[in-house]
């Protein structure tokens, strides 16, 4: 059973993220470290992916003018392709109606395999740089 419950420890969070995101950091040059990930997450709406009692992943949300930003989402390499990525979206897009939201924007590297999930689900692509596909949903 996967559950998505508030954050309790920012930092946790933040180095599993660093993890996560190593190979794309070093490919793109991004020089952060785990302080600078909890510096950038730690005002964001956090949650732990939780399965079973145990930590898999980490989803951050925020919600500005009427949108809800997936400003982030890692799954543990182990629990990748396994269908988890998609139920948490799912829910995301449930807490973003809750809010009254009708939009879900998020931006994804262009390398990625979470691209594939995203446009799979219905996100779209609405505009693109030399890293970044941003995309849309509409909740």
């Known amino acids: 059973m996967l559950e998505i419950v508030a954050t309790e420890d920012l930092k946790t969070a933040a180095q599993f993220t660093f993890n996560n995101m190593k190979p794309y950091?070093?490919?793109?040059?991004?020089?952060?470290?785990?302080?600078?990930?909890?510096?950038?997450?730690?005002?964001?709406?956090?949650?732990?992916?939780?399965?079973?009692g145990q930590l898999i992943g980490v989803v951050?949300?925020?919600?500005?003018?009427?949108?809800?930003?997936?400003?982030?989402?890692?799954?543990?390499?182990?629990?990748?392709n396994k269908g988890f990525g998609a139920h948490v979206i799912a829910k995301v897009?449930?807490?973003?109606?809750?809010?009254?939201?009708?939009?879900?924007?998020?931006?994804?590297f262009q390398l990625s395999p979470a691209f594939k999930l995203y446009s799979r689900i219905g996100f779209a692509v609405d505009r693109e740089d030399d890293r970044f596909y941003y995309m849309s949903l509409q909740a």
Request: aromatic share 12%; net charge negative.
């Open 25 to 52: 950091y070093e490919m793109y040059a991004v020089d952060w470290d785990v302080e600078d990930v909890y510096q950038a997450t730690k005002n964001l709406k956090n949650f732990d992916i939780m399965c079973k």
């Open 93 to 108: 897009v449930d807490m973003a109606r809750q809010q009254g939201v009708k939009f879900i924007d998020l931006k994804v």
């Open 60 to 80: 951050r949300l925020s919600f500005d003018e009427g949108r809800c930003q997936l400003r982030d989402i890692q799954i543990a390499a182990t629990y990748q």
